[in-house]
């Protein structure tokens, strides 16, 4: 009979119409599923330009805000952990390029972009974030010049955060000690470079303060860019210098470079040389003002005198004083003596002065604590020399005694006497056997010679 209508191949018969193909349904998961499959594949690291709109910090430390330009908007957002990498804090209206990955959230079925790089757009963020800090910390005050305080008329302790190698520290305490013989120079090594720069630098500054007999703390680096010099720009070490009870001096790069460090100090100097130069500034102008003074006082003396002669010249020859001219005279000529040895005290005074100094100088010499270490050195060395040379001469000497020792030892032991033929025999208890009657036939004994041990057995005795 012919079945008319059926398909046993799986094709449609001559003559029928296929049916619709069935229809695939995905679920709402099964759709984000692909869509987010699709998106952060194909966007996982992207480059967008826009606007900041609706910037919230939230209080798990997460920045969300939107980027728009004329015809759309995206949402965004900046995890805490990336914010490390973020220089400046981006505020609404500002045009920014964002450097991150698209992610889909399921739950709204919503994209955003999560951004790692953020930058201004027109002008570097390390240049954005100092601008902002400077504006910020000015309103605050830091940089108000009624709070930054004089240096020390003659300081005699200074202290220094910066890299202990380099040529930073050795061209500051050159010029520090060529004017300034006597002065005391307190290094904090520190890193001057790097993320973790500006850390140490905090903890230098907090440290020297707590050294109760500096006069002047100085933050000293050589020049370089803007990303070199960046632990400078910091705000913990901005604050930590306004904090500082002892007058601070920011000698940090070249003269053209600055520095926040630079605007909170009490002083700026261009150049850490610069910075050497001024901490020893005031005993120049100290000095040449006592010189001036001194100059001034001999002039004046010498225009005193002077007058004086003439008022006395004048007097001695009116003719009431006629007969007492030559009384005047005299006295006018022991002045004059007077005068001279006056200035000879005083030259000899300051002579002696100058030798006592001359001999002050030298004792502190002899005391000077690196010689002092040195002889002290030396006579540990000594003392250690002659340690040995006992402890050689004794170990000696007991090694010789105990050599003595051992060969007295081995001469009164029972297995000395093996080397000369004789043997020992031991019975199955293990017993030293002295008379033959000790041990019956048949029973096992072990007989040490000089070669080693020999295993037996009784075969016969003879004695008693």
Known sequence: MEQKGLDFGGGAQ???????????????SQLTERIQGLLEVDLFDVWVEGEVSN????????????????GAQVRAVVWKTAQRLIRFRPRDGMKVVARGSVRVYPPRGEYQLAVEVLEPLGKGSLQQAFEELKERLQKEGLFDPARKRPLPLLPRRVGIVTSPTGAVIQDFVRVLTGRYANIEVVLYPARVQGPEAAGEIVRGLRSLNRIRSLDVVVLARGGGSLEDLWPFNDEGVARAIAASRIPTISAVGHETDFTIA???ADVRAPTPSAAAERVVQAKDEIAARIDGLARRLVSATDLRMTRVRGRLAGLTSHRVFEAERGRIRGQGQQVEALSRRAARGLLGQMERSQFRLRRCVERLEGFRWD?????????????LERLDGLATNALAGRRGALGGLAGKLASLSPLSVLSRGYALVWDGGGRLVREPGEVEVGDPVRI???GGDLGATITGREGS
């Not at 001559?14 to 229809?23: D, E, K, S």
């Open 262 to 264: 630079d605007f909170v």
């Open 448 to 450: 040490r010679v000089r």
């Open 14 to 28: 001559p003559g029928t119409t296929a049916g619709p193909p069935p229809r695939r349904t995905l679920t709402v």
């Open 371 to 383: 010689r002092q270490v040195d002889q002290r050195r030396q006579a540990v060395r000594r003392q």
């Open 55 to 70: 910037l919230k910090a939230a209080g798990s430390g997460h920045w969300y805000f939107s980027l728009k330009d004329d």
